[in-house]
């Protein structure tokens, strides 16, 4: 597809189980970003991306995080031992690498609900 | 602590009924406020970059325009179609880290 697709839309879960969230970003974009979206909040930074290497992480909110990218491509955020806090929309977003025009293209997201 | 604040929170308009949104930003080493437009269920959608004060972008009914302490979206003559919340970003030197505003929510009513 010409966007950045992200699946599942939605997703409903049980207090403590594991959650895959994941992002095909735009072919040929290198930078790739994770943000979480709450109501009432501002859009979260938790981490980039540049190629497969992740030079910040720095706003994964706990050890329970953790993201990947493969191939330079798809990417994979994964949040274990869920809690009712950890529901929000997760955005993710590519842009082309090192331009820091701030022009980031988004997926339509996934919505995570912790029961 | 860099920061991004817009205002109204929401706003409501006629249609045809300009008017203007606010993001005030303190930002150190601000390089670049982004302006980006949200439809619920979606991720935001791109709309402007400002560099430097007294620079101004167009975009149909859409004008964005920066001050050394502000930026200003200026909508004219809006349709019901520009309803949307309208997000502003800060970029202080690290497009990693956009600082971005809670948003303004518009309703353009027929």
């Known amino acids: 597809g010409a966007g950045v697709s992200q699946s599942p839309s939605n997703k409903v879960t049980e207090k403590g189980k594991d959650v895959e969230l994941r992002c095909d970003p735009i072919?040929?974009?290198?930078?790739l970003y994770w943000y979480r979206q709450s109501l009432g909040q501002g859009l979260e930074f938790l981490i980039y991306f540049q190629g497969n290497s992740a030079p910040d992480k720095s706003g994964l909110p706990s050890d329970r995080f953790s993201a990947e990218r493969t191939g330079g491509s798809v990417s994979t955020l994964t949040i274990q031992r869920t809690q009712q806090e950890d529901s929000a929309v997760y955005l993710c977003a590519s842009s082309f690498g090192g331009t820091n025009t701030g022009e980031l293209f988004f997926g339509e997201g996934s919505r995570l609900t912790v029961l | 602590e860099d920061q991004v604040t817009q205002s109204p929170e929401a706003l409501r308009l006629q249609e045809g009924e300009s008017s203007s949104l606010n993001c005030s930003y303190t930002v150190s080493g601000l390089r670049g406020l982004f302006w980006y437009r949200q439809d619920p269920g979606k991720g935001p959608e791109f709309l402007f970059t400002?560099?430097?004060?007294?620079e101004e972008k167009e975009k149909e009914r859409l004008k964005a325009t920066l001050t050394k302490k502000e930026s200003f979206l200026h909508i004219t003559a809006p349709k019901p179609e520009d309803s949307a919340t309208y997000l502003c970003a800060g970029n202080a030197g690290n497009n990693r880290k956009l600082i971005w505003g809670l948003g303004t929510s518009l309703a353009v009513n027929p």
């Open positions: 072919s040929g974009h290198t930078a």
């Open positions: 400002l560099y430097s004060a007294g």
